[in-house]
């Protein structure tokens, strides 16, 4: 199993528990996100990262 990294240029949807986002490079992943991710957040291996967050 791979897992895409990258930035985040949108949400789509937000439950509490987890997330489903579009990376710049145009490709949506499925994360677990105990917060709302906000655009310009790192998927970092299938994780949303606390720590690269600008």
Do not use: F, H
């Not at 240029?9 to 990376?23: D, E, K, P, T, Y």
């Not at 490079?25 to 991710?37: E, I, L, Q």
């Amino acid at each position: 199993m791979t897992y895409k990294s990258g930035r985040i240029a949108s949400v789509i949807r937000w439950n509490g528990v987890s997330a489903r986002v579009r990376l710049k490079d145009g490709s949506r992943v499925t994360t677990k996100a105990s917060y709302r991710p906000r655009v310009g957040d790192w998927v970092v291996e299938g994780e949303l990262s606390c720590e690269q967050v600008s």
